[in-house]
């Protein structure tokens, strides 16, 4: 399997500018997750989807991020209008909940980071 | 609430020293998971294991290994005669089990500098 695959690796910006991530959960996995990691702040959950449902997204931080899985395979992450705070490298992770070996364990994509100016 | 807290932010140590990274967590439920990850300089995050919270046996693989303790709520890690090639930082994680639809929170993770 090729892993979670996120697009781009990375991305530079301006303030203001709208900004999407991608996110390829690896198939047969049925949890996705999106976190955000910084120096500051260490690794936070921002959101997660059971089956393409959104299931928590206490993390994401303004009505500027949204997230949507629209199907199985397939996850966005957008920040509109995106500012220089928001640099960050930001993760997916996909999970499988349906009792396998690595039942619950967590496959991380490379990251993107992200850089606003 | 969940919580995971690793107390060491950095550790640094000589090479072939053993190392022990500390991790408490708090959670409400009775089924949960916990795991380790390691994050290398190269930034991608690399899954180590994961326990279950009816699985209190301690695992050994190499010269890792993993102490968990239900009484005490934590989940220490161990390498054994460290390497330069163990230098990263280190996630401790928690999943809780149905009624957190298994939200995972981490740690705020701890670098480990190992010093040829």
């Known amino acids: 399997d090729a892993g979670v695959i996120q697009s781009p690796r990375h991305e530079v910006t301006e303030m203001g500018q709208e900004v999407t991530l991608r996110c390829k959960p690896i198939?047969?996995?049925?949890?996705l997750f999106w976190y955000r990691q910084t120096m500051m702040r260490g690794l936070e959950l921002l959101i997660y989807f059971n089956n393409n449902v959104p299931i928590d997204d206490s993390g994401m931080p303004e009505d500027r991020f949204s997230a949507k899985m629209p199907n199985a395979s397939f996850s966005t992450l957008k920040i509109q209008p995106s500012e220089p705070r928001d640099s960050a490298v930001y993760f997916c992770?996909?999970?499988?909940?349906?009792?396998?070996?690595?039942?619950?364990?967590?496959?991380f994509g490379p990251g993107t980071r992200l850089t606003v100016l | 609430a969940q919580k995971v807290t690793q107390a060491q932010t950095e550790i640094s140590v000589v090479e072939k020293e053993d190392v022990t990274l500390d991790c408490v967590y708090e959670t409400r439920d009775t089924t949960y998971y916990l795991f380790w990850y390691k994050q290398p300089p190269s930034g991608e995050l690399v899954f180590l294991i994961r326990?279950?919270?009816?699985?209190?046996q301690n695992e050994i693989s190499g010269r890792y290994s993993w102490n968990f303790q239900k009484s005490t709520s934590s989940f220490n890690f161990t390498i054994t005669a460290s390497q330069v090639v163990d230098s990263a930082v280190y996630f401790c994680?928690?999943?809780?089990?149905?009624?957190?639809?298994?939200?995972?929170?981490f740690g705020a993770g701890t670098r480990l500098f190992v010093k040829a």
């Open positions: 992770a996909s999970s499988s909940q349906t009792g396998s070996e690595s039942y619950n364990e967590q496959f």
């Open positions: 326990r279950n919270s009816f699985d209190e």
């Open positions: 994680a928690l999943s809780e089990g149905e009624t957190g639809g298994f939200k995972t929170i």
């Open positions: 198939s047969g996995h049925n949890s």
